[in-house]
């Protein structure tokens, strides 16, 4: 056998071992680095749904397990970690749950743990209509529209009180229904500021109150001047008649009138002419004028 061709072959030969030493060795390190990325962790699962309000209750949780590498931010490896507190936003089944769907614990039950710290729930009275023909979803943004006489005025006017306003509640329920369907509500909750807590009180107190419904990506604040009765009959409105002594608070100057001379009448129009020729004599005659 020729001694070239034994060479070459045994070069290729060496050459082949060194590049599949040097692939096995990539493949048992990223065998080792997969081996440690799936090691797994304990998280808290739902063992159902959480609604909003529920308390957290050993039955209401299990332990699933998950990669290190995709534990998510805020979740839990040990159930009595989220036991006994209770719940301000949806926890689907089987999801992790999360410190930022929980309240304190301890701070209280129903819906006192979804109302931020700084912020007020205040309940108003609404009827059919009032209330949005008597349905209402929590989550749906209004305004806060006020009926009533203001003082020293004559009549009455609409003003809007408050605008985009976040309903907490519509009536005891917290949440939609399963199929999203509005529910009749007595009373409505909605999420207010201190200030915004006197308007309503005070507004629900001394006026009419009507919800209207917004866009709850409408996030704008108009300025509206309110409506005043009068202004519905296109200020044709009959005003009432006037004391003869009205109180100095309401007495008002009233404006001299302007005299205007009246315009001279206009002059008549000239008589009708006729030019009459006789041979070498030429007259005028007028035309309907003293019976002619």
């Known amino acids: 056998m020729d001694r070239r061709f034994l060479t070459v072959l045994g070069v290729s030969l060496l050459f082949a071992l060194v590049i599949s030493s040097v692939f096995y060795q990539m493949t048992a390190r990223g065998g080792s680095k997969k081996a440690e990325t799936t090691e797994l962790k304990d998280v ?57 769907r929980l309240a304190a614990r301890g701070s209280g039950l129903g819906l006192a743990p979804v109302i931020p710290v700084g912020m007020r729930g205040v309940t108003v009275r609404v009827n059919d209509v009032t209330g949005i023909a008597g349905f209402v979803l929590p989550g749906m943004r209004v305004d806060v529209l006020v009926t009533g006489r203001p003082p020293n005025a004559d009549g009455t006017m609409t003003a809007t009180a408050l605008q985009n306003m976040l309903v907490l509640s519509a009536g005891t329920v917290m949440q939609p229904d399963a199929g999203g369907r509005a529910m009749p509500a007595a009373t409505v909750t909605l999420l207010a500021t201190p200030e915004q807590a006197e308007t309503l009180t005070l507004a629900n107190s001394d006026t009419r109150i009507q919800l209207v419904l917004r866009n709850g990506s409408d996030q704008s604040i108009e300025k509206t001047p309110g409506r005043e009765l009068a202004e519905l009959y296109g200020e044709r409105a009959h005003k009432k008649p006037q004391d003869n002594n009205p109180p100095a608070s309401r007495r008002r100057e009233r404006p001299v009138p302007t005299v205007v001379a009246a315009a001279p009448p206009p002059p008549p129009p000239p008589p ?16 309907g004028v003293g019976g002619k």
């Open 272 to 287: 009708d002419q006729i030019v009459v020729i006789r041979g070498t004599q030429k007259s005028v005659e007028v035309v």
């Open 44 to 100: 808290v699962l739902a063992a159902h749904p959480l609604a909003v309000g529920t308390t957290v209750k050993p039955a209401d949780v299990k332990l699933g397990k998950i990669p290190t590498s995709a534990f998510p931010k805020g979740a839990f490896s040990k159930p009595e970690e989220v036991i006994d507190r209770p719940v301000i936003s949806n926890v689907l089944m089987d999801e992790p749950v999360l410190e930022g």
